[in-house]
């Protein structure tokens, strides 16, 4: 860009954005690419973290204060995120759970979540299971419902929603935009991005804010009946061509107001709009509703989240927990591989246990352990991997609504893999003791399980922590190889402790050697005495 002649050390992606956004009216956010259409909703809803933001936004005429507001708005981002294992229902009663008020009884948040299926018209699906966007479960325009129903169960007053028709069919699309139309005829303030749409989902919204690229407003107010007044403010601009019959009256505005046209007629829409008479009254509106209502009061709540901390790891847990129970494809898998290895490393060192005459058996023996808990952990830290990759891009959405802090997730998370890392530890452990031939006392083999169990749950943390600090799972997968070598080489088995210094007696062709090991500075010095049948000895120093 600085070699087209741009001189600015930061790019403005926003330039004097001025306008309302009310109750019962559905907006739509509207431009070409690059206008700032998505960057203006994200400064709104408090989403953008980067950059600079300058300007004053108020809600119902008081400064808006983001951790208040995150509480009484709802996003729907463009890309449909869902647990994929929960069913229509379980992700509302979720989300309801922790987002409404913990003054609000379980009663009312269920009776809450039917009307919400209701109303996006998923009552007839609650039970099918959500799954992975284009292998199983919904379509993608059930999924777009689903998006709107999760949000509208926190009961927002103010919904944002980024794109809601992309990428579907005519039918599909004026299915959303039936729902987007029942929400905002509850009252709710909604506001939505859109690009191209078709003429039944234009003239479905109430008031519209073009943008140019640049981020300038080059309307904003009524779109009316059949698009009819901003159809008459443009066609009112000298040199804009009249509207053909039967055209879409959202391309032929996208096109009369391009880059193109600007140059062609020499005019700046932005400028043209800031002159006009709709900015005047556009301008009084704003500073009307930038006073609050006498004797209104702000809106003020105790804590950062709906719900307390032990709440949130309830409802965590709880979607944790049918999360994994309805994974059979990840547990059975570890299950199985765990039964396989246990039956491999029994058959390898097969009673190895009850040879320990020499330091080779005995070699043997931890090399037995060694091996047995290596094959499995590293599985379990590959398995977990994907599982948890698909479940942080749903954390990332729902800690941005607000839903949860990250430590009340985490820990549900950790404890879920318990009852699992168990079953294999149970699966695993008879097998392997009773096949190497260990000693059959119970400390022994509960001191066997317990190093087992331990060993497998640090694979499995160490394959879930690899994922939370990489930014995709095929990183995690990379990063996780490149330590096992590490753990290989420093888990004592190949490099072992170092000897103190000490004596012992060993025996040489049936005669006694006494050893003694002397430390003298850094220097070990052996010495060993061979006594001989007629009671000499004989010294050598190693």
């Known amino acids: 860009m600085k070699e087209q002649g741009v001189t600015e050390d930061r790019l403005q992606l926003l330039r004097e954005v001025t306008g309302a956004f009310r109750p019962g ?48 708005s709802g996003y729907c981002e463009q890309t449909d995120i869902h647990s994929p294992q929960v069913t229509i229902r379980e992700s509302l009663i979720y989300s309801a759970f922790l987002r409404l008020p913990k003054e609000v009884s379980k009663e009312e948040k269920m009776v809450f979540v039917d009307e919400v299926m209701d109303l996006v018209e998923l009552d007839n699906l609650k039970d099918a299971i959500v799954g992975l966007p284009g292998v199983t479960g919904l379509s993608t325009e059930q999924r777009k419902r689903l998006t709107i129903a999760v949000e509208l169960v926190a009961n927002p007053s103010i919904i944002f929603m980024d794109e809601p028709t992309s990428g579907l069919d005519a039918r599909a699309a004026a299915i959303v935009m039936r729902t987007v139309r029942n929400t905002v005829d509850t009252g ?27 981020g300038q407003v080059i309307y904003s107010g009524p779109l009316g009946r059949n698009s009819h007044k901003i159809i008459e403010y443009f066609e009112a601009i000298p040199g804009i061509p009249k509207i053909k019959e039967k055209y879409n009256p959202a391309t032929w505005m996208l096109e009369a107001s391009s880059v193109a046209a600007e140059v062609r007629l020499g005019i700046d829409f932005a400028e043209h709009y800031k002159s006009s008479s709709l900015h005047q009254r556009n301008k009084a509106l704003v500073k009307e509703l930038s006073v609050p209502p006498p004797g209104a009061k702000d809106l003020y709540f105790t804590s950062q989240f709906s719900q307390h901390n032990l709440g949130q790891f309830q409802s965590c847990l709880w979607k944790q927990w049918l999360t994994y129970w ?20 029994g058959t390898v060192f097969w009673q190895a246990g009850k040879k320990r005459d020499n330091t080779g058996d005995l070699t043997t023996i931890i090399g037995a352990m060694y091996a047995a808990v290596l094959f499995v952990g ?11 990759a698909i479940e942080r891009t749903v954390f990332y959405r729902e800690k941005a609504a607000g839903m949860y802090s990250a430590l009340p997730y985490a820990l549900a998370q950790v404890i879920t893999e318990l009852p699992y890392v168990l079953v294999q530890t149970i699966l695993f452990s008879p097998i392997v003791y009773s096949m ?46 490149a330590f096992y070598a590490l753990f290989n080489l420093f888990s004592g088995f190949f490099i072992p402790r170092p000897k103190k210094g ?3 007696e060993v025996s040489y062709e049936d005669r006694p050697i006494l ?28």
């Open 502 to 504: 000490g004596r012992g």
């Open 25 to 72: 009216v559905l907006t739509a956010l509207m431009g070409v690419s690059g206008a700032g259409k998505t960057t203006l909703m994200d400064v709104l809803a408090g989403r953008k973290t980067g950059g600079y933001i300058e300007g004053d936004i108020r809600i119902s005429g008081f400064p808006k204060i983001q951790e208040t507001f995150a509480r009484i």
């Open 326 to 345: 309805r994974s059979p494809d990840y547990n059975i898998v570890r299950m199985f591989f765990t039964l396989a290895a246990a039956l491999m490393v």
């Open 436 to 481: 190497v031939g260990f000693e059959w006392a119970v400390h022994k083999f509960f001191w066997f399980f317990f190093v087992t169990y331990a060993s497998f749950l640090y694979f499995t943390y160490y394959g879930m922590m690899t994922v939370s600090i990489t930014p995709n799972h095929q990183v995690a997968s990379v990063l996780a190889a």
């Open 378 to 388: 590293i599985n379990n830290c590959g398995t977990v991997q994907p599982v948890v």
């Open 188 to 214: 709710r303030t909604v506001v939505c991005t859109i690009h191209q749409p078709s003429i039944d989902i234009f003239e479905a919204f109430d008031e519209l804010l073009l943008m140019k690229r640049g």
């Open 515 to 542: 050893i003694k090991v002397f430390h003298l500075d850094k220097l070990a010095f052996c010495g060993i005495s061979k006594v001989q049948p007629f009671g000499r000895k004989e010294y050598m120093w190693v």
